[in-house]
């Protein structure tokens, strides 16, 4: 993609993020960001936001590419990715303005990031490299998010959830053994779940191509809402 990352994430885009209140006072101060996958904020994204309010929690859904700029075919979607991935200063620059868009009552809130797919890999990225952050949740994310630079860059009091296809292609044994060797030398609190006989984009509905490692499991994606429910009452 020939344009500049500002260009496409930053110089005039406005952007209209999903935000829906919790109604639970005990519960509605934990602000979880959902980041969404490489084709934005799309009803998915919203109709998450929308349970997880119903458990009492606050939740923003984030706009991540802008009003009406969602990509639609899929080189468009690789090439937006690949612009959004490539340097990590300029990325966690940008999940920071996002997520400080989303919070705007920032003080005082309990920031928990969730994400599907590219958003998976995106939480870990906000959990482990943004101050702020409580926890991290990723769906189906990849484990090739950005290593902090030292130890005592790193945000090591983030708890992390990673819900994980135990077949999807896109995360190797080995990439999962490295990552979790990597959270363990930071001493961090973390969970890794496999679900057996499934594959990438388990909790989209859309998903329908499993020659290409691509499938709704119904079963799996109930089972992965109750550990998400699970993992944010221990912020209460």
Known sequence: MSQTFESIFKDNIKRMHYQVDGLSSDKSHIQVVIWPTF???????????DRIASLGFSATALDLYGIDQNPVEMDEKMAKMGALLAEADTLHDLQNELTQS???????KTIVHV??????RLALEAGLHLADSAGAVSFHGLMSFFRAQSEEKANTK???LVLNGHQDAMVTDEDAQEAKRYWTSLGMDFQFVDFSNTVHSFMLPSANNPEHNSQYNPVVAKRAYSYLENFLEEFV
């Open 158 to 160: 983030t708890k992390i």
């Open 115 to 120: 994400g599907f797919c590219l958003g998976g």
């Open 39 to 49: 084709s934005g904020l799309t009803d998915f994204e919203k109709g998450i936001a």
């Open 102 to 108: 989303a919070c705007d009552a920032i003080h005082g």
